[in-house]
């Protein structure tokens, strides 16, 4: 696994510390996997419609199908109550 895809140190990556912040915290990981030029519209697009940062997004990786590439998006929110 590359190192763009590896937990950081925040303390809401770690799923497991048993943190109070955590419980109020909510994780979410978008991927976009296809071709180069497929991925990249779409990150473009997503841009487009206020999702997310261009470079909020994982730089490009081979993915599992050698014919494809994938992006990561990892976003944290606040839970709602």
Do not use: H
Request: net charge positive; proline share 5%; aromatic share 6%.
């Amino acid at each position: 696994m590359s190192q763009e895809f590896l937990p950081d140190d925040n303390k809401f990556a770690r799923p497991n510390d048993g943190s109070a912040a955590e419980s109020e915290q909510d994780v979410v990981c978008v991927t976009v996997t296809g071709s180069q030029s497929g991925v990249r519209e779409t990150i473009l697009t997503l841009y487009r419609l206020g999702f997310a940062e261009v470079g909020d997004w994982s730089p490009v990786q081979r993915a599992a199908n050698p014919k494809q590439v994938m992006s990561v998006l990892i976003r944290r929110r606040k839970r709602k109550a």
